[in-house]
C-alpha cells in the first residue's frame, strides 16, 4: 500500500510519541476513547507532555460511557440518561483542559454497545483526513471484560485505512503512517497487552494527576492509576539503563506499538 501523501511526501511517518515536533507546520496527533473517562487514566500523560511541547492533540470520545461507566451517577437515583451524559461530559471536558487540550470531540455514539456503524465510520474517517496526526492512539487489541474498547480499536484501524484510501472521497489529502500506540488496559496482562514503549511523563504529573482528580464518579481508580505510572516508571528507568538503575523517571506510562518502526540505525 502506498504511504505517500498526495505531494508524494511523507509527512506522516514519524512514530516517536517523545519526538520534539518538527518546525513548519503545527504536528498533531489523535487520541480515540471508548468512553469519556478512557484518555485520562490510560493516555493523560502523553497527551499532557506533547501538547505542552507543541503537538496540538484532538481527542475523539466515541461515547459518554454514560451507561456503562457511570454507576456513581446511577447510583444516586432519579438519574435520566441524558443527565448522566451532561455530567461525563463535563468531567471529560474539565479533564481534557487539565492536560491542556483544546480540541476534544463527542460523537455520542452510545456505550454498551457502540454504535460503530457507517455513519460513525464516515465521521472518524473525516475527523483522521483532517486531523492528518503524526501518531494515533487507542485500546488493546483485546478486551473481554469491555468489548467496547476492543471494538473501537478494530473501528480505528478500519478507518486509518479507508483514511489512507485515494479512492475514498478522491481529490482529499489521504492519511499517511501514523504509528497507532495502544494504550494501557485495565488488568494490562488480561489483554494481551505488552508494552514495547515507556514514555516518562514525570514533567507533567502534577496535570495528569488533575485530570484523573476530574473524573468524580471514578475516585476508585485515583490511586490505582497513580500506582500504575509508578510502576511503569521503575520499568523506564530498568529499560534505560540496566540493571545498575537508567534514567531517572517518577511516572511513566507504557505503549504497545501496532506498526513496526521504520529507522536508518539500531
Ligand atoms: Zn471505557
Known sequence: MPEKTPDGDEKNTDQNPGAQPTSGATSRALVISAHAA????????????HQSRGTKVTVVCLSYGERGESARLWKQGGMTLAAVKAA?????????????VKDIRFLDLGDYPLDLGPSAR???VDIIREVQPKWMMSHSMWDPYNTDHMNTTRFVLECRMIAQAWGHKPGERVLGAPQL???E?????QMGWKPDVFLDITPVWKEKRAAIECMQGQQHLWDFYTNVAENRA???RRNSGGQAGGRAAKYAEGFQSMFPRTVDAL
Request: hydrophobic content about 50%.
Open 234 to 236: 521503575n520499568h523506564f
Open 38 to 49: 478512557d484518555f485520562v487514566w490510560r493516555a493523560g500523560g502523553a497527551i499532557a507532555l
Open 88 to 100: 461525563r461530559r463535563i468531567e471529560a471536558e474539565n479533564a481534557a483542559a487539565a492536560l491542556g
Open 122 to 124: 464516515e465521521r472518524l
Open 185 to 189: 488496559p485495565h488488568q494490562s496482562e
Open 181 to 183: 500506540y495502544l494504550f
